[in-house]
């Protein structure tokens, strides 16, 4: 069963070349070796279209693609793990400062407004629209908050080899709730606020201003590095010994 | 078995939270503990029903305004695409495109884009598979980009606080228009793309 990699296939990595000569085959022998205690190969299905992929011997620094509906199905670096723990120290140390200061300075006519991130919250609270605080909370604070704690831990657990008795429930916690973050849509939100008052007033940025952008970063640099089918695969394994 | 490509051919069901293979008998996920299903349940049901709210929800988030402008003692309300004709009168083109797009034609098309992929699959409809299979990807990844208008209001209410002089306060329409775009989100979540390769794998089998 000789699968050729669609065209488009290949836009991931020059390294799909590798990756797509797996076998999507769901007669896998038992070679041995033993990725994750009793299962013996690590075989994933396509979340898209249920094809079946055996990715045991994906080179590192490999990704592999569905070569029938082109879906990511995961990669493998090594050192994905630590640029994980990394970046997201680095991004809690830059929402806490995100927090703390002030995020824009609005000024017309003499009179000016200072305005803090937790503030965009508040005042929605204090308009009566309680929800729409809550949500606009939830989105942009709260979930990403969350979600960098838990990848940081986990990150840290599974470079230590350690294995404990909540690591599971670790995992599903953090790939439960990152589709739920909308860190880079909120600093979008606030480009396009600020293009829209620009005429209006003097708008001065706040530290908080860029140390929100450095968050949008590091936090999307910390979720693309923590791949979803690796992480588990470890935290089986670990679990087995 | 010469097709026996597919998890579900082998009789076994892939875990939507880490993606470990088990048995398809098996009601929860040895690895992770969460509940276990072959396909999504119910996909297609749910996914309407919620396509349908979202598209109920539509329509205040359009009527009513999303904000109301305070100036000296005139309070005046902006619906989403007064304000992109305001923009568009005050010169701003490039800014009034993309709330246009992020907040009229994103949600509508997302809309639009998961009625057909539901229809398709509703159908059985046969070939465009690969093609589907990206419109799919394209609405679950444009989906929370919708969002923008709902925090570019947030942020103004916040900022734009002089009191007596220019108050910017939060409209009825920012909820609705934030309930879209969470209820849509949860609609693609909910549809199940292999369900339109599985009438693929119903084809090779009658062959």
């Known amino acids: 069963m000789a699968w050729v990699p669609a065209a488009s296939g290949n836009r ?29 190969r690590a075989r994933i299905a396509c979340p898209s279209c249920d094809l079946l992929f055996d990715v045991t011997d994906l080179p590192d620094g490999a990704t592999a693609n569905c070569s029938r509906c082109g879906n990511f199905l995961t990669t493998n670096k090594s050192d994905a793990f630590e640029r994980v723990t990394s970046a997201c120290i680095a991004a809690l140390v830059m929402l806490a400062v995100a927090c703390a200061f002030p995020f824009m300075q609005f000024s017309r006519a003499g009179l000016e407004n200072t305005m803090t991130l937790p503030q965009t919250v508040m005042e929605l609270w204090n308009n009566n629209m309680p929800w729409l605080a809550i949500i606009v909370a939830s989105f942009i604070l ?28 670790l995992g599903s916690t953090v790939f439960h709730l990152q589709n739920w973050s909308m860190v880079e849509v909120f600093f979008v939100g606030v480009l396009v606020s600020l293009v829209k008052i620009a005429k209006m007033a003097t708008i001065v940025l706040g530290t908080s201003f860029w140390a929100y952008a450095a968050f949008t970063v590091l936090f999307t640099l910390a979720v693309t590095n923590l791949d979803k089918f690796q992480s588990w695969q470890k935290i089986e394994a670990l679990a087995a010994e | ?51 349908v709210t979202s598209t109920i929800l539509y329509i205040p988030a359009n009527i009513l305004p999303i ?7 005139n309070s005046a309300g902006s619906t989403i695409m007064g304000g992109v004709v ?39 409809n046969l070939g465009s598979e690969r093609q589907r299979t990206v419109l799919y990807r394209v609405t679950e990844f444009i989906g929370k980009w919708s969002m923008i208008d709902v ?22 329409a920012a909820m609705a228009f934030a309930g879209v775009v969470i209820v849509t989100m949860i609609a693609a979540e909910s549809f199940d793309p292999r369900l339109m390769w599985d009438n693929l794998e119903e084809e090779a089998e009658d062959e």
């Not at chain 1, 979930?143 to 429930?169: D, F, K």
């Open chain 2, 151 to 172: 925090f570019v209001v947030a942020i103004l209410v916040a900022l734009v606080h002089l009191s007596g002089i220019l108050v910017f306060r939060p409209g009825v």
């Open chain 2, 1 to 51: 078995m010469s097709n026996a490509r597919t998890a579900a051919s082998q009789d076994l069901s892939s875990c939507h939270i880490c993606l470990k293979l088990v048995n398809s008998e098996l009601h929860h996920c040895p690895r992770c503990g969460s509940a276990m299903h072959k396909r999504k349940s119910d996909s297609l049901q749910r996914t309407l029903a919620l396509l």
């Open chain 1, 142 to 169: 709260i979930i990403p908050a969350v979600v960098t704690i838990c990848m940081l831990v986990l990150s840290i657990t599974l470079t230590r080899n350690h294995s404990p008795s909540w690591l599971r429930q």
């Open chain 1, 12 to 40: 991931y990595a020059p390294a799909m070349t590798q990756a797509a000569s797996f076998q999507a085959d769901a007669d896998t022998n038992s070679l041995g070796d033993a990725v994750a205690g009793s299962t013996d």
């Open chain 2, 67 to 73: 904000m109301y402008t305070d100036q000296l003692s």
């Open chain 2, 86 to 124: 305001l923009l568009i009168k005050l010169g701003s083109v490039p800014i009034a495109a993309i709330i246009f797009i992020a907040s009229v034609l994103v949600p509508s098309a997302k809309l639009m884009m998961m009625y057909y992929l539901c229809w398709t699959v509703a159908r059985g």
